[in-house]
């Protein structure tokens, strides 16, 4: 049984930071590429990065550049930095256990979610 804990979601203003972490628990955790996905108010759930058990990542367009996804094997976490928020980018953000094949296969290995508001 594998499981994956979000946090570090809140409210932060427009422009603002936050660093979400995805702690995952299992064994051979480290084989699983890891997703990103977030859910706005009212709207589809959406891919918005993933990383590769070999570190390779993949961004959707509308956050390359201000989004960055990364994993420390050594703590089972994959993280993902967010900057210059948006309020478009309320949501709740979850993540994601799958595997990478010629794209991201999601698994159905999810966390609960963390929630970000962005709003001043």
């Known amino acids: 049984q594998l499981q994956l804990v979000e946090s570090g979601g809140g409210l932060v203003q427009p422009g603002g930071s936050v660093r979400l972490s995805c702690t995952l628990s299992?064994?051979?955790?480290?084989?699983?590429?890891v997703a990103w996905y977030r859910q706005p108010p009212g709207k589809q759930r959406e891919l918005l990065a993933f990383?590769?058990?070999?570190?390779?990542?993949n961004y959707r367009d509308s956050v390359k550049g201000r989004f960055t996804i990364s994993r420390d094997n050594a703590k089972n976490t994959v993280y993902l930095q967010m900057n210059n928020l948006k309020p478009e980018d309320t949501a709740d953000y979850y993540c994601?256990?799958?595997?990478?094949?010629?794209?991201?296969?999601?698994?159905?290995?999810w966390g609960q979610g963390t929630q970000v508001t962005v709003s001043a």
């Open positions: 994601n256990a799958g595997w990478y094949t010629d794209s991201y296969v999601p698994l159905e290995y």
């Open positions: 299992g064994r051979k955790a480290s084989i699983y590429a």
């Open positions: 990383i590769t058990s070999g570190g390779s990542t």
